[in-house]
């Protein structure tokens, strides 16, 4: 069965420091997300993604975060300057159509741990 | 801002009886809802989800049910399985991203 797949697993960095998350979404799904769950906390929608573009973000997503669709498969997040409150789990989602009976299906997350 | 609440942070059940887990959200205007399943270390698993014009959608042992005027939608497994242990989160969908409730974790005594 197709599945979302998310490198690294885990990520520990230096605050201040650069870290790209990676995910591979499901083959024919066009709509990307990124969500992230700090440690004892929901899960929070960061942003989403489709045809090249944002198409909604929320106000965690500031600039220090981009996103971007490499390649065909690849989609990638990116925290430029990494903040000890930037450590969560981070999960990566995708659907093939938005609105309606639209069912996102999700990685299994990268660890993101700044000290 | 809780749109959707699950305010039931554990339940424990004995294998084989029926586990229900609950969730509540305010805004009327979520049209679909999600449940997800989340073992430690893993990211949520879609389970089982609902449109907002059917009031039951049944999946072999899950079934979820949704009450509109009440807000409120439950999720009912049965029998229970040790396997069944995990956090299980409600989410909620008005053709936006989804918003989850802070997860409920059931525990299957064998």
């Known amino acids: 069965e197709p599945e979302v797949t998310q490198t690294p697993s885990h990520q520990v960095t230096q605050m201040g420091q650069e870290v790209i998350l990676r995910c591979v979404p499901i083959s024919n799904h066009l709509y990307f997300y990124w969500y992230r769950q700090i440690l004892g906390q929901k899960v929070e929608f960061l942003v989403s993604f489709y045809n090249n573009e944002i198409s909604e973000k929320s106000e965690i997503f500031d600039d220090q975060f981009s996103v971007e669709r490499p390649d065909g498969s690849n989609f990638t997040l990116k925290i430029r300057s990494t903040k000890l409150e930037d450590s969560a789990m981070y999960f990566c989602a995708s659907s093939e159509r938005r609105g309606g009976e639209e069912t996102q299906y999700f990685g299994p997350g990268t660890r993101l741990l700044v000290l | 801002d809780q749109q959707v609440k699950q305010n039931s942070p554990s339940l424990s059940v004995q294998e084989g009886r029926i586990s229900i887990l609950n969730c509540d959200y305010t805004?009327?205007?979520?049209?679909?809802f999600l449940w997800y399943k989340k073992y430690p270390a893993e990211g949520p698993t879609f389970l089982i989800s609902?449109?907002?014009?059917?009031d039951k959608n049944e999946d072999g042992r899950f079934t979820v049910f949704l009450n509109k005027s009440a807000k409120h939608l439950s999720l009912h497994i049965v029998p229970s399985q040790p396997g069944d242990s995990a956090v299980y989160f409600c989410?909620?969908?008005?053709?936006?991203?989804?918003?989850f409730g802070k997860g409920t974790r059931l525990s299957v005594i064998a």
């Open positions: 805004n009327s205007m979520f049209d679909y």
């Open positions: 609902i449109s907002s014009i059917k």
């Open positions: 989410a909620a969908s008005a053709s936006t991203p989804l918003v």
